[in-house]
């Protein structure tokens, strides 16, 4: 039970740091887009001269989306919906969690292959026009919108279950403003994700 405890711990905090925060300098650096393709290719360009990038990417995103998505499905496995019974709100959000993380898993891992490793090993092409191509696809751009919003839900509602799991919120007027803070950013990535998109077409 204790090593339970601990497991599922490690798995909420791994979904705000570092992934919470990737997910921030991730649209960051996409956002750049929106002032032009110069911007963005320098960016990329700033990104990847970063010393020992290989190792940060491995133990800062890698490992830590590795162990958050495999013990996540494990957690899928084990929960018992029950919506039949019990329809109020914080219990679909319950479900939703789950089905964004199946969702959102087979999303990174799709962006990864095709953007990340699509080119040799890992690759260093990675400008403007190479995004642009692949976004100008209608069927990777209507994917990348699903993709993109089940991941910000998923992000979203974990950051609430991280407050309350935490006892970072306690009592109910606290979650309840945890819950319109944590809609709040959900409206916001989405806004961003969505104009960056935008911005390759």
């Known amino acids: 039970m204790a090593h339970s405890f601990f497991w599922r711990k490690l798995h909420s905090l791994s979904g705000i740091i570092p992934l919470g925060i990737f997910l921030m300098v991730h649209m960051f650096i996409n956002s750049l887009a929106t002032l032009g393709q110069g911007d963005f290719n320098r960016g990329v360009s700033l990104l990847h001269s970063i010393p020992y990038l290989w190792f940060l990417e491995l133990v800062v995103i890698f490992i830590p989306i590795l ?51 699509s080119e040799g090993l890992i690759n260093r092409n990675m400008d403007f026009e190479f995004v642009s191509t692949a976004l100008n696809q209608p069927l990777i751009l209507i994917l990348y919108l699903f993709g993109l919003l089940a991941s910000f839900g998923h992000f979203a509602n974990g950051l609430w279950s991280f407050l309350v799991s935490w006892g ?34």
């Open 67 to 117: 162990y958050h998505a495999l013990y996540g499905i494990w957690i899928v496995y084990l929960t018992r919906n029950n919506l039949e019974n019990y329809r109020y709100f914080r219990n679909w959000l319950f479900y939703l969690q789950r089905v964004s993380a199946l969702i959102t898993m087979l999303f990174v891992t799709w962006h990864v292959v095709v953007l990340r490793f």
């Open 168 to 201: 970072v919120t306690v009592g109910e007027q606290a979650q309840r403003t945890a819950a319109y803070a944590c809609f709040a950013v959900f409206v916001i990535l989405t806004a961003v994700g969505i104009n960056a998109l935008l911005a390759f077409i």
